[in-house]
Structure formats: structure tokens, C-alpha cells
């Protein structure tokens, strides 16, 4: 066979570069993704469940003392099975996960924080008849301890804070308050209690005081595995809604929950409110999304580091969007799921608003119980629709010159609610009739949709609202039914500080010494 030179090699795989981009633009273009409380929610993100964005949550911290900051917390890699070794579930080395806040209700990121991860084998070996043969697990003995000798592959991540556009902004990097280092260790997940004997302890070892470049006072960060905390009775809502009618407008609990008994990963930040907000304007409007490199070359011989698989390269592609829970399941059509997870809040208007103003699921829930009287609403464009997902609601969260565009928005300046006073019905208490009353019982216009706490039942909340709950009966006949999955979430299931979402389930329930430690 002829030897080619360097320089053909070189051309050719430019122009496999440039063929593999093509192709996965055509992919892209045609098959785009979507979000909200998203697992597995649209066609494409289901290949690649590193960056699916599960959940996003924005609140002004409800931790003693700390009412001054907001918490964002962006969740990614779905339905994470307790035993999920041995390679568990680390982020993606290749990928730019981020967080955009719009703080000019313009529709434009204002700020952005970007995680970037590192995945890096250590290679533990052992002496095998003379031989140093490398171990299959992730660890070789018990962790205690940040970054220990027992860990086998060490996983760190570098944030940085871009202000204006999320690419051609100013760019710094987010850094350590003790020490000002810019990498950071992420907690290896929760492999089992002989193994992490108290993974409570040591994953707050990897939580960080941090300077933020541009805010007078450190935040907090935390990445890492948690407790799943969004629950949904998804198994039987996808199956048509397999609920009889007197459970789904009845308990709120007793629903089985697909997300019960799984895990979710973490990214979590808690900010001082001073340096998200601009000016005279308390609104902040947040979503988080996830991006790969437009080009991939997989090696038909990997070798023996962990990035030896593939190589990446081009301009970043969005591949995963998600603001206000449940927007691409409940609201976007299957058709166009894709599309929504690549697109930005500032062509909402233009790309989604049909689904807003005249959404199918009402009609698909009348269709499904118009045996027990159950009626979708009849005004029509849904403006009570618009302005929970688009715009936000006048008087509570909606920001001055607001460009309609889907996305979770907070008024800052509204007064935080006690975790054990939280209703988890959220604002949506506040509406009485179609009206605003602040002083109706169970108001608590510190949940969503103003933001979302962990507590904050959005399911429940999110049914009522497509239903009618706020608007007028005349517009809404069967509007004010307790519509509910059955599947209960509320804010004692959660830890009142920072990062809130609970320590993960471990992938091995045993004790140390094998007997079960919950017999």
C-alpha cells in the first residue's frame, strides 16, 4: 500500500472535519432539541444523556441568613440508577454546560457561567505475579477525603462568568475564596457505604466559598450528585393520562413516581442578588443549557487515556434548553421538541408562541375525561398562558419592555418564604377567579412560576394552570379542579441549606461490613 504523505493525512481529515460538521448540522437542523422538566423529552437529547438538562431551578435562598443571594440550580444526566458502576456518571469532558441569566428582560443573556469538566485516570494498578495490572473500578478502597490515593479517576471542573453575549463577552474565571485556585474537585458519586461510609461528610468537602468576578461578596458552588428531588407520575400521564378521575383531581399523594429512587447531578450556585440584577430592575429571567462541538471523529482504536475515543472539534452547538419545568413535555409539539432544546428565548416568539396561545394539552384532557365532565378552557389566544411561560405575570415577575421569550423569571425583590411556611402550589395560590389576590390563603408568590424552589410541586401546579386556574370560570368551566398526578413534592423533602437537593442514594445500601444498613 502506498504511504501518504503528512500533509494529505492532514487534508483529509479536514475534510472529514468538515463532512462530520455537515452532517451533524443536518442532524441538528432537522431533528433540534427542547426542555423544562426534562427527562429523555425530546428525540435527539435521548443520545446523549450526559447533556440532558433535567431540571432547573432559581430562587432567593431560603437558608438562614442567606436571603440576600439566589440559588441556581441546573440538574443534568437523567434517571441515574443508584448502582451505576463502575463507571458511574461523570459530565462530559467535551461538552460546555451553562447557565444565562437575562437581567434586562430584553430576551438576551446578560451573564453566563460556564462549566467546563475534566475527567483524568489515574491508572491505579496492582502487582499481579510480577506484573502491574491496571484495577477495573473506580476506586481501590474506602473515600473520605478530597482527591484521595483510593480514588482511581479524579473528576475537577473550572467555571467562568461571561458578561454580554454568552460567546463574545467579557470572560473571567470564578475562583476558590481559600487559596484562588480555578479548578475545583467534584465529588465522586455515591458508589456505596463500603466504599463512601459517610458521603454526606465528604461531599460537603466540595462545597466552595467563591469569588465571582464583578460581585463585592463570595458565593457558593457545589457540583455533584444529589437525590433526585423533581418527582412525576410519568408513567401514567404518558399513557394517556392513565389516572382515574378521582385520583386525578383528588390526593396529591399516593402517585407513583418514576424518579422516586434515582439520582441526578448537580451544578449549583448561590449568588449575591446585587450582582445579577441591573439597575432599577428586581426581575431576573434564567435558563440552562448544554453545547457540543459541531464535529466529531470517533477512533476505531482508542487508546488508553479517557479521551482517546473521539476527537471534537468546531463551533459550539446547543443541544439542550431548558427554562420553566415541563414547557417541551406539556406544551411543545413532538414534531418541533428538538428544534425548542437548539433554539433561543429571543425566536420563542416567532418559532413556539401556537403551542402558548392555543396548546393541545387542554383539549387532549377534555378529550380524555369528557366523561366526568371535564372541560379544557375556551379562551382563546391562552394570554394567562403567555404570561406564565413568556413573559412573566404582571405584578409578580414580569420585567419592564419584556421581549416574550420562554424562560423561568424571579423578582428579586419579593420577600422569601420560610421553607416550612412554603405552599407547594407556589404563586399560583395567589389567583383567585383569574385575579391576583396576594391575601388569598395559601398565596405564597415566592414559588413558582415566580422562579422554582425544590419544593414547589410544578406538575400539580402546571396542570391547573393548562387547565384554566388562572383564569375567570366563565373562560375555564372546569378551571379550578384540584388536577394533580398524584405524585406529592414539597419542601420538607428537601435540606434547608444550600445545595437543598439531598444527599444521593448509594449505589450499594450495605454497611461496611455487609449486613444491610436499613434492615
Same mark, same amino acid.
Given at each position: 500500500?502506498?504511504?501518504?504523505?503528512?500533509?494529505?493525512?492532514?487534508?483529509?481529515?479536514?475534510? /472529514?472535519?468538515?463532512?462530520?460538521?455537515?452532517?451533524?448540522?443536518?442532524?441538528?437542523?432537522?431533528?433540534?432539541?427542547?426542555?423544562?422538566?426534562?427527562?429523555?423529552?425530546?428525540?435527539?437529547?435521548?443520545?446523549?444523556?450526559?447533556?440532558?438538562?433535567?431540571?432547573?431551578?432559581?430562587?432567593?435562598?431560603?437558608?438562614?441568613?442567606?436571603?440576600?443571594?439566589?440559588?441556581?440550580?441546573?440538574?443534568?444526566?437523567?434517571?441515574?440508577?443508584?448502582?451505576?458502576?463502575?463507571?458511574?456518571?461523570?459530565?462530559?469532558?467535551?461538552?460546555?454546560?451553562?447557565?444565562?441569566?437575562?437581567?434586562?428582560?430584553?430576551?438576551?443573556?446578560?451573564?453566563?457561567?460556564?462549566?467546563?469538566?475534566?475527567?483524568?485516570?489515574?491508572?491505579?494498578?496492582?502487582?499481579?505475579?510480577?506484573?502491574? #495490572?491496571?484495577?477495573?473500578?473506580?476506586?481501590?478502597?474506602?473515600?473520605?477525603?478530597?482527591?484521595?490515593?483510593?480514588?482511581?479517576?479524579?473528576?475537577?471542573?473550572?467555571?467562568?462568568?461571561?458578561?454580554?453575549?454568552?460567546?463574545?463577552?467579557?470572560?473571567?474565571? #470564578?475562583?476558590?475564596?481559600?487559596?484562588?485556585?480555578?479548578?475545583?474537585?467534584?465529588?465522586?458519586?455515591?458508589?456505596?457505604?463500603?466504599?463512601?461510609?459517610?458521603?454526606?461528610?465528604?461531599?460537603?468537602?466540595?462545597?466552595?466559598?467563591?469569588?465571582?468576578?464583578?460581585?463585592?461578596?463570595?458565593?457558593?458552588?457545589?457540583?455533584?450528585?444529589?437525590?433526585?428531588?423533581?418527582?412525576?407520575?410519568?408513567?401514567?400521564?404518558?399513557?394517556?393520562?392513565? /389516572?382515574?378521575?378521582?385520583?386525578?383531581?383528588?390526593?396529591?399523594?399516593?402517585?407513583?413516581?418514576?424518579?422516586?429512587?434515582?439520582? /441526578?447531578?448537580?451544578?449549583?450556585?448561590?449568588?449575591?442578588?446585587?450582582?445579577?440584577?441591573?439597575?432599577?430592575?428586581?426581575?431576573?429571567?434564567?435558563?440552562?443549557?448544554?453545547?457540543?462541538?459541531?464535529?466529531?471523529?470517533?477512533?476505531?482504536?482508542?487508546?488508553?487515556?479517557?479521551?482517546?475515543?473521539?476527537?471534537?472539534?468546531?463551533?459550539? #452547538?446547543?443541544?439542550?434548553?431548558?427554562?420553566?419545568?415541563?414547557?417541551?413535555?406539556? /406544551?411543545?409539539?413532538?414534531?418541533?421538541?428538538?428544534?425548542?432544546?437548539?433554539?433561543?428565548?429571543?425566536?420563542?416568539?416567532?418559532?413556539?408562541?401556537?403551542?402558548?396561545?392555543?396548546?393541545?394539552?387542554?383539549?387532549?384532557?377534555?378529550?380524555?375525561?369528557?366523561?366526568?365532565?371535564?372541560?379544557?378552557?375556551?379562551?382563546?389566544?391562552?394570554?394567562?398562558?403567555?404570561?406564565?411561560?413568556?413573559?412573566? #405575570?404582571?405584578?409578580?415577575?414580569?420585567?419592564?419592555?419584556?421581549?416574550?421569550?420562554?424562560?423561568?423569571?424571579?423578582?428579586?425583590?419579593?420577600?422569601?418564604?420560610?421553607?416550612?411556611?412554603? !405552599?407547594?402550589?407556589?404563586?399560583?395560590?395567589?389567583?383567585?377567579?383569574?385575579?391576583?389576590?396576594?391575601?388569598?390563603?395559601?398565596?405564597?408568590?415566592?414559588?413558582?412560576?415566580?422562579?422554582?424552589?425544590?419544593?414547589?410541586?410544578?406538575?400539580?401546579?402546571?396542570?391547573?394552570?393548562?387547565?384554566?386556574?388562572?383564569?375567570?370560570?366563565?373562560?375555564?368551566?372546569?378551571?379550578?379542579?384540584?388536577?394533580?398526578?398524584?405524585?406529592?413534592?414539597?419542601?420538607?423533602?428537601?435540606?434547608?441549606?444550600?445545595?437543598?437537593?439531598?444527599?444521593?442514594?448509594?449505589?450499594?445500601? !450495605?454497611?461496611?461490613?455487609?449486613?444491610?444498613?436499613?434492615?
Amino acid at each position: 500500500m502506498q504511504r501518504k504523505s503528512a500533509s494529505y493525512i492532514r487534508t483529509t481529515l479536514a475534510a /472529514i472535519t468538515v463532512a462530520t460538521a455537515a452532517l451533524a448540522s443536518l442532524v441538528i437542523a432537522t431533528t433540534t432539541p427542547a426542555e423544562a422538566s426534562s427527562h429523555r423529552e425530546a428525540p435527539f437529547i435521548t443520545r446523549m444523556p450526559k447533556v440532558d438538562g433535567t431540571d432547573f431551578y432559581m430562587f432567593r435562598s431560603y437558608e438562614t441568613g442567606r436571603s440576600d443571594f439566589v440559588t441556581l440550580i441546573a440538574n443534568y444526566n437523567p434517571l441515574q440508577d443508584a448502582p451505576g458502576g463502575p463507571n458511574f456518571f461523570m459530565m462530559d469532558p467535551d461538552a460546555l454546560y451553562e447557565i444565562h441569566l437575562d437581567n434586562t428582560g430584553d430576551a438576551k443573556e446578560d451573564i453566563t457561567f460556564q462549566f467546563r469538566f475534566k475527567n483524568n485516570l489515574k491508572d491505579t494498578q496492582l502487582q499481579i505475579g510480577g506484573k502491574s #495490572v491496571s484495577i477495573p473500578l473506580i476506586n481501590s478502597g474506602p473515600i473520605s477525603a478530597v482527591n484521595p490515593g483510593t480514588l482511581n479517576v479524579r473528576e475537577t471542573y473550572s467555571v467562568n462568568i461571561v458578561r454580554g453575549n454568552r460567546r463574545s463577552g467579557a470572560r473571567s474565571a #470564578v475562583t476558590n475564596s481559600a487559596g484562588g485556585a480555578s479548578e475545583f474537585d467534584k465529588p465522586v458519586d455515591n458508589i456505596g457505604n463500603k466504599s463512601l461510609p459517610d458521603y454526606a461528610a465528604y461531599a460537603a468537602q466540595h462545597q466552595y466559598n467563591v469569588n465571582i468576578p464583578g460581585c463585592a461578596t463570595p458565593g457558593k458552588m457545589f457540583v455533584g450528585q444529589r437525590k433526585e428531588g423533581f418527582q412525576v407520575n410519568i408513567g401514567e400521564i404518558i399513557d394517556l393520562i392513565n /389516572i382515574p378521575t378521582a385520583r386525578i383531581v383528588g390526593s396529591r399523594s399516593g402517585g407513583r413516581s418514576a424518579t422516586a429512587n434515582k439520582n /441526578i447531578t448537580t451544578l449549583a450556585l448561590e449568588v449575591p442578588i446585587s450582582c445579577l440584577t441591573q439597575g432599577t430592575e428586581t426581575v431576573i429571567g434564567g435558563w440552562t443549557t448544554a453545547s457540543l462541538r459541531q464535529g466529531r471523529l470517533l477512533n476505531s482504536v482508542p487508546g488508553s487515556d479517557n479521551h482517546s475515543s473521539s476527537k471534537e472539534g468546531g463551533p459550539w #452547538v446547543q443541544v439542550s434548553r431548558l427554562g420553566s419545568p415541563l414547557v417541551n413535555e406539556l /406544551i411543545i409539539g413532538l414534531k418541533d421538541k428538538d428544534k425548542f432544546n437548539a433554539s433561543k428565548p429571543l425566536n420563542d416568539g416567532t418559532n413556539f408562541a401556537d403551542y402558548v396561545t392555543n396548546p393541545t394539552l387542554p383539549a387532549l384532557i377534555e378529550l380524555l375525561y369528557a366523561a366526568d365532565g371535564v372541560k379544557a378552557p375556551t379562551k382563546f389566544p391562552r394570554t394567562d398562558l403567555v404570561a406564565a411561560f413568556l413573559t412573566g #405575570v404582571s405584578g409578580v415577575n414580569q420585567p419592564s419592555g419584556v421581549v416574550a421569550s420562554e424562560m423561568l423569571r424571579l423578582n428579586t425583590a419579593l420577600p422569601v418564604t420560610a421553607a416550612a411556611a412554603q !405552599n407547594s402550589l407556589g404563586a399560583a395560590q395567589c389567583f383567585v377567579n383569574g385575579v391576583l389576590t396576594l391575601s388569598n390563603a395559601g398565596c405564597d408568590p415566592a414559588g413558582f412560576p415566580n422562579g422554582r424552589r425544590p419544593g414547589d410541586d410544578v406538575v400539580d401546579i402546571e396542570l391547573r394552570v393548562a387547565q384554566g386556574f388562572l383564569l375567570p370560570l366563565a373562560d375555564a368551566p372546569s378551571g379550578q379542579l384540584p388536577y394533580t398526578d398524584g405524585a406529592l413534592v414539597e419542601s420538607s423533602q428537601f435540606d434547608m441549606a444550600f445545595p437543598y437537593l439531598k444527599t444521593p442514594l448509594p449505589g450499594s445500601p !450495605n454497611g461496611s461490613n455487609g449486613v444491610p444498613a436499613n434492615p
